[in-house]
């Protein structure tokens, strides 16, 4: 373990002493949110991604370990172990070099080697592989022919020993871990049309493709691996054959006796045994590099997603559009009560449009509903224009906004969303969403498969597990680091939180139904399976609005309550001052006395502390009031009314390798490519996130393809 401890503090660039807190807790069962947030003085105020990357790191190691004893067992107990074979799969830092190392000792199907060893050709081998004079292969060769073994001519025997001397080579660790340098730094990854006359389909940039595999980027990786498994694409790991047998024949032929008979069969091992699983080696390690920066991508794009502000407290009216089956209607109040629904058809004709015009302004007004949410489907153009239409009739005062509806579908089918709304049809049930979508984009989005929400690519070609490893991860950071309220929070929201699960919300909900609201976070105890230690987890991220303790609605945890009214005392305030807003100065007060002095009166650490005095200066604070409100509109263009230079505001709806799109208020999102970036960067991610709210010009609309170009850079 204190190896494992020392890798991690250097990968990291932590004390060891930190890392093996942090190792220490995930090992008792603390969640990552509850570390981040409230252990911070134990591993040096490391955030939750670290910490993520971290728990991660150790979970490879650990594996790494366990596969290395496996080995060292299956060697041993073949009686092959060595002192020297010992320490090197010791020393080895990948799976892949344990692999490498181990490969000699596999278990094999029958080869041609193997088929020679059992012709006792072994001997020859070692003769014509050993280190020495010169040697008389064909000579010796006769020595080994008996009809009776299948050696018919010295031909054969030398054919033997060469498959015996291949199979050398290829399972040799040291060839293999310099071929796969070689192929890293000089390889292609090429990709070319299947068929001769290829159509024009989405792989056509990759019709002719050749990039070095050390620069390749990973949407390029995803997309050749898609248009193979469409048999569009003919993908291959190329290398110049020269340079590889030149490579290998420096590693196995030098000073050799049997120079050309070893040199032939140094060739053979690489062309017939070492290119193929070379090339789907690196094939692997380009997809697997490839998934992990695209799940990286999407768990990025997903955050702000879910952390978009909030509209709150304001009656909104939910669009479903839709063709055939029409347009759902759902009017919620600013709790997310459901207070009306309805069905309209504004596609069907101008006298539909008219009626479901008629319809809507009397819910408006029967309602006062203030903003719409209109699902970006089907039918969300003429949806859209048929809301401005609405928006004039009523005589204004309504503003809408074009929500995502990635996943409504999938929410509204699902068994949760039965069990929310049994009255409802499927249809309504998405309206309701859309609508709450608005209102509080991160409950709503809590109740979806993180997958189905839309903001990565190639999404469903990732490692689904690892993939929902990730995001589930992402709403978890999320949930906790926003809050949530005891006595209106959803099941579904309850078991995002540290320490509760699927069980512990549903009887935390329970238990609130039968016997009221809650009052302080003790009672959270009551709550049946809910012991001590999901209590210390959960409790810093439950609130109680309704409690007579201001703390309770705070991010202050309960075992942190003391030192809260001591660093007060010590600043001259009292909780009474904090639930009335009366702390004037109390961040300037903590900060001149300084934290380290006050962490040794109040018994806690300078980094809680410091957390304490934000918390205390906005009790029940949302950190997402503080971003940029999200854009909401009262007329629409279409793509003919964008010319070039005109400009813009937008919100970014997908963050990806080589550019960002932006809702510009048409129907189509516009493109910002990497290039058309304000300065030049590796990654679109280190300048803009999903939700920022930007200024932008257009370079180019071409409405048959249905692409918007635009740019960053001010014309």
Known sequence: MDAMIQTLAQELGRAEEHVQNVVTLIDEGATIPFIARYRKELHGSMDDQLLRELADRLQYLRNLETRKGEVKTSIENQGKMTEELSAAIDAAATLAEVEDLYRPYKQKRRTRATIAREKGLEPLAALAFALGPAVDMEGAALDYVDPEKGVE?????????????AEMISDDADVRK?????????????SRAAAKEPEDTVYRLYYDFKQPVGRVQGYQVLAVNRGEREDVLKVSVELDPETAHIAVRRMVVPNRAAMDFVRAAADDAYDRLIQPSMEREIRNTLTDQANEGAIHMFALNLKPLLMQPPVKGKV?????????????????????????TAVVYPTYGQR??????????????????????????????????????????????????????????????????AEEFPQFDVNLRSAVSIARRLQDPLAEL???????????????????????????????????????????????????????????????????????????????????????????????????????????NTGVHPESYGAAEQLLSACGYT????????????????????????????????????????????????????????????????AKDLK??????????????????????????G??????????????????????????????????????SLTMKKP
């Open 153 to 165: 001519t010295a031909e054969d025997a030398l054919q033997g020993a060469s498959d015996i001397i």
């Open 178 to 190: 310099m071929l796969r340098e070689l192929y890293l730094r000089r390889s292609l990854l090429v």
């Open 316 to 340: 909104t009216m939910g669009l479903d559009p839709g063709y055939r089956m029409g347009c759902k209607v759902a009017v919620v109040d600013g709790t997310g009560k459901v207070l009306d």
């Open 352 to 417: 539909q449009k008219a009626e479901c015009i008629e319809t809507l302004s009397t819910l408006i007004r029967k309602h006062g509903v203030e903003h719409i949410a209109i699902g970006n489907g089907t039918a969300s153009r003429e949806t859209e224009q048929m809301t401005v239409e609405l928006i004039q009739k009523v005589g204004g005062g309504v503003s809408y906004m074009i929500v995502s509806e990635a996943g409504a579908s999938v929410y509204s089918a699902s068994k949760l969303a």
């Open 446 to 552: 809590v109740k979806i498969d993180p997958k189905a929400i839309g903001v990565g690519q190639y999404q469903h070609d990732m490692p689904q597990a690892r993939l929902g490893e990730t995001l589930d991860g992402v709403v978890e950071d999320c949930v906790n680091a926003v809050g949530v309220d005891a006595n209106t929070a959803s099941p579904s929201l309850l078991q995002r939180v540290s320490g509760l699960t699927a069980a512990t919300a549903k009887n935390l909900v329970k238990y609130r139904e039968e016997n009221g609201i809650f009052t302080t976070r003790k009672q959270l105890l009551k709550v049946p399976k809910l012991g001590p230690k999901a209590f210390e987890q959960c409790a810093g991220f439950i609130r109680i609005p309704e409690s007579k303790s201001v703390l309770d």
């Open 575 to 638: 909780l009474e001052d904090v639930k009335a807003g009366n702390i004037p100065q109390l961040k300037e007060k903590a900060e001149a006395i300084g934290y380290e002095t006050l962490a040794q009166t109040c018994g806690a650490g300078a980094p809680t502390l410091a957390d304490i005095v934000k918390e205390l200066s906005k009790p029940g604070r949302d950190p997402r009031d503080e971003l940029p409100p999200p854009i909401l509109r009262t007329d629409v263009m279409e």
């Open 644 to 669: 070039p230079g005109m400009e813009l505001q937008g919100t970014v709806r997908n963050v990806i390798d080589f550019g960002v799109f932006v809702d510009i208020g048409v129907h189509q999102d």
């Open 671 to 708: 493109l910002v490519h990497i290039s058309k970036l304000p300065r030049r960067v590796r990654h679109p991610s280190e300048l803009l996130s999903v939700g920022d709210v930007i200024t932008v010009w257009v370079v180019e609309v071409d409405e048959k393809k249905k692409r918007i």
